[in-house]
């Protein structure tokens, strides 16, 4: 049972231009979200989180949104840089616990 | 940040052998290593996680038996998959905790004939 959906596999974006890229989940008590980013052959790598308690964090030009009643968050990249481009992984977790429960990816592609 | 290695990459075996994967953490000391798995056009599933001088809890549906989880040190984790077929043929990877964050290797594609 995917717990945390990616529902597009795949983004095309002009570079300057601003990147979203989405995520839902399905049980509500998760409490913490993290978003990952991987290029070929590489680990994921950590890019940015959020906690239940907010509904946004900022990184530069990273920007997660967290909608806890529509179960849904979203990654803003802004502005794109050809270099963003990779696969971008959601996971979401539950205090205490270490499991990471991973969307299927989206893979951003930033054009120059 | 921290870094994670894993060996091998790529392994191709024949059905009915073993394969043993490494991950390492290179540059910190992983009191808990986790290994998940990534079938084409799916997620990462978490298989188990990994504590250093203890035995390793499996996730529901993972056989314990097949996938052998040492973790003797404080950098090494190693995942054996024993008498291997070849519906395990799978993206293995694993991560490292140091801290409150996961940092992963870079994965191991294992292709069993």
């Known amino acids: 049972d995917q717990q945390v959906k990616q529902n597009s596999p795949s983004l095309s974006v002009q570079e300057g231009r601003i990147s979203i890229l989405n995520c839902d989940y399905t049980n509500s008590m998760f409490d913490y979200f993290l978003w990952y980013k991987k290029y070929p052959a590489e680990g994921p790598t950590f890019l940015i989180s959020?906690?239940?308690?907010?509904d946004k964090n900022e990184d530069g030009r990273f920007t997660v949104f967290l909608n806890k009643s529509a179960k849904h968050l979203s990654l803003h990249i802004v502005p794109s840089q050809p270099g963003d481009s990779a696969v971008y992984f959601c996971?979401?977790?539950?205090?205490?616990?270490?499991?990471?429960?991973f969307g299927t990816g989206t893979r951003l592609t930033v054009i120059p | 940040g921290a870094v994670v290695s894993q060996h091998p990459s790529r392994v191709i075996c024949k059905s009915g052998t073993s394969v043993k994967i490494e991950c390492r953490s290179l540059d910190f000391q992983a009191t808990t290593m986790f290994w998940y798995r990534q079938f084409p056009k799916q997620s990462l599933m978490l298989m188990a996680t990994s504590n250093e001088g203890s035995k390793a809890t499996y996730e529901q549906g993972v056989e314990k038996d097949k996938f052998l989880i040492n973790h003797a040190s404080l950098t090494l984790s190693t995942l054996t998959v024993t008498s291997a077929h070849p519906e395990d043929s799978s993206f293995y990877i694993c991560?490292?905790?140091?801290?409150?964050?996961?940092?992963f290797g870079p994965g191991t594609r294992l292709l069993v004939l």
């Open positions: 991560s490292g905790q140091d801290q409150e964050t996961q940092y």
């Open positions: 959020i906690s239940s308690i907010k």
């Open positions: 996971a979401a977790q539950f205090t205490g616990a270490n499991n990471l429960f």
